[in-house]
């Protein structure tokens, strides 16, 4: 006791510096956590918290058995995939190709440009679009009457609502997201090439052979880390992107979460939602890390 | 023999050259072109504008919309806060950050052990959005500006980069001088580890000013007030009425006057929401990319 005493007393000043983050993160993070059991009531902003009506699963088996649970739970999962995947190739490519570059200048400004959307607002991207695709003055529209083609009401469109979510990802994240691959290209012995060179490589066998081996290990993490962010889709850009039109396609949990709990104002009912979804969430993030430690050494945890 | 081999080795590596610098610099000309586009639009004349004929280049240039815009007392009001906002929040995340992240490289507390965990649990685990819209309401924030301001103040992710960054960059034989020389760990922390940790107080800080600068969900959830709303959120409602269906024949000509002038400001407002990032792109990019590489996978 004495011994614990004195080490409270020897670290009060590193324990006084980590006073601040620490009350923060109970009042902002750990308070809300409990706040989950909101998922098991009727909640109501009326009454406190302890005396609401406990209702079990309810909200639970509501959200299984509603139409809008396949539909939720497919276009998350179909978004992220597309996102990701395509993001991945994009950003995989551009550093390839820009380690081609002999013109160092010109590389430099490749990769600024292709930065810079990353620093874009997502609201700004996609009031870009939206007037870029617009049916009556957009360019894209524009253009399209301009080459005989009839007008395509992109923003409304089941069909091309989707396309256009993933091909703004890889715009605004193919040029940020190839930083990483660049650092592990960037890091590759020279001879190696040297000697690939000697035994009569050309710049392609050499990028096929050294250079994509050693990004390896970078493309399996980012990807098993992607992986287990399968499910975990932010509103924003897709509140942002779609209306009533586009539900069908565009619809997923946290917008869906989102709509019920503060449109509609059921919060028992969306924070069930909420809960359903961090759960996959966490077993997905967990098992991906697993994986990523088995195979790769790496883990984020 | 060999000098053929040797042409055509030349040739293939040529290609591909050619090939890399032609697909690279496509794309890097549509991560331009809309921004181009939008800066174009914004100095071209109503008509030009109106008739659609601007692709590329500004047409009939003209300064007006950026008069109309600087003449808009909500748009200037916008910008207004967000500027209060991104400082406030950006000084409070740095400070906390950086203060978090140095009590994490301390290996030898005796709370080392359960801060770590506790950090690592309040990066897995999140109420979510509905608990936390509920707590933030019941704590009275609702509508207050400190509800935007103290939501996402302290990314555990950050803190680690600064954990990361302290442990690698600081010798403990710098302390252990520091605490013969009678220093005590405050004094420590002030006078030896903030000066030595300069740079990722910069990252940190660009963090948070681009995080805030851009943030528009949670000033949705929490800012009812139009006169509380940050530039992201006005410029969305801005942005959104246009794709809405006004019946413009049936509005007076004051709401004539009134549509035009929200027309001709949209692009001006894209433009000035997006002048800061690139007035700082040059730091932007490269205390970002530092901030990517101490982090290993950062995004």
Not at chain 1, 135 to 151: D, F, H, Q
Request: glycine share 6%.
């Amino acid at each position: 006791m004495r011994n614990f005493r004195a080490k409270v007393k020897r670290d009060r000043y590193v324990g006084l510096i980590a006073l601040p983050g620490f009350l923060y993160l109970l009042i902002f993070n750990c308070v809300p956590m409990a706040g989950i059991i909101v998922a098991f009531q009727n909640f109501s902003f009326r009454k406190s918290i302890f005396q609401n009506k406990w209702v079990g699963l309810k909200w639970f088996t509501k959200f299984f058995h509603s139409i809008y649970f396949t539909r939720v739970v497919r276009n998350t999962l179909v978004l992220n995939a597309l996102v990701l995947f395509s993001g991945m190739l994009f950003s995989i490519l551009l550093a390839l190709f820009l380690n081609e570059f002999k013109n160092q200048r010109l590389k430099k400004f490749c990769q600024s440009a292709t930065y810079f959307p990353h620093f874009v607002s997502v609201v700004v991207l996609v009031g870009i679009m939206t007037r870029m695709f617009d049916t009556t003055t957009g360019v894209v529209n524009t253009a399209i009457a301009a080459l005989g083609g009839s007008k395509v009401d992109f923003f409304n469109s089941n069909v091309w609502i989707r396309p256009l979510y993933v091909a703004s990802s890889v715009w605004s994240g193919a040029g940020w997201g190839s930083i990483i691959y660049m650092g592990a290209i960037t890091a590759v012995d020279p001879t190696l090439y040297e000697a690939a060179m000697i035994d009569g490589c050309d710049r392609f066998k050499q990028m096929l052979h050294i250079t994509l081996p050693s990004v390896k290990p970078v493309i399996i993490t980012v990807l098993i880390m992607n992986i287990g962010k399968m499910m975990n889709l932010g509103a924003t850009k897709v509140l942002l992107m779609y209306n009533a039109a586009t539900y069908e396609t565009m619809d997923v949990i946290s917008t869906f979460v989102y709509r019920t709990g503060i449109t509609q104002g059921e919060y028992g009912y969306a924070t069930a939602i909420g809960l359903f979804n961090s759960v996959v969430n966490i077993l997905l993030l967990v098992t991906a890390n697993y994986i990523s430690k088995k195979t790769t050494e790496v883990g984020v945890f | 023999m060999s000098s053929h081999k040797a042409i055509r080795d030349t040739r293939s590596d040529r290609v591909l050259q050619a090939v890399s610098y032609i697909l690279v610099i496509v794309f890097t000309l549509i991560c331009l072109y809309p921004l181009v586009y939008v800066l174009s639009m914004s100095f071209s004349s109503d008509s030009a504008v109106m008739s659609n004929s601007v692709w590329l280049l500004p047409k009939g240039l003209s300064v007006n919309s950026y008069k109309t815009a600087l003449g808009d007392a909500n748009l200037i009001n916008a910008v207004k806060n967000s500027v209060v906002y991104t400082l406030l929040a950006t000084a409070i995340s740095v400070f906390l950050t950086v203060t978090f992240g140095y009590a994490l490289s301390r290996k030898n507390t005796w709370f080392n052990a359960f801060l770590q965990r506790f950090a690592m649990v309040c990066m897995i685990f999140s109420g979510g959005m509905i608990p936390t819209f509920i707590w933030i309401t019941k704590l009275g924030l609702y509508d207050s500006m400190w509800a935007f301001i103290l939501s996402g103040t302290l990314s555990i992710w950050n803190a680690i980069l600064v954990r990361v960054f302290v442990r690698n960059n600081i010798p403990e034989s710098l302390y252990e001088a520091a605490y013969i020389d009678g220093a005590n760990e405050l004094q420590q922390f002030v006078l030896i580890v903030l000066p030595l940790s300069t740079t990722i107080i910069a990252i940190i800080s660009l963090y948070a000013v681009v995080q805030y600068w851009n943030s528009y969900l949670e000033a949705l959830l929490y800012l009812a007030n139009r006169k509380k709303w940050p530039l992201q959120v006005y410029l969305r409602n801005l942005l959104e009425d246009v794709t809405g269906t006004w019946d413009v024949s049936s509005q007076g000509d004051e709401m004539m006057q009134y549509l035009a002038n929200q027309n001709r400001i949209k692009y001006v407002s894209i433009v000035l929401s997006t002048l800061p990032v690139v007035v700082f792109y040059p730091f932007l990019q490269k205390f970002f990319v530092k901030g990517v590489m101490i982090g290993g996978i950062k995004e």
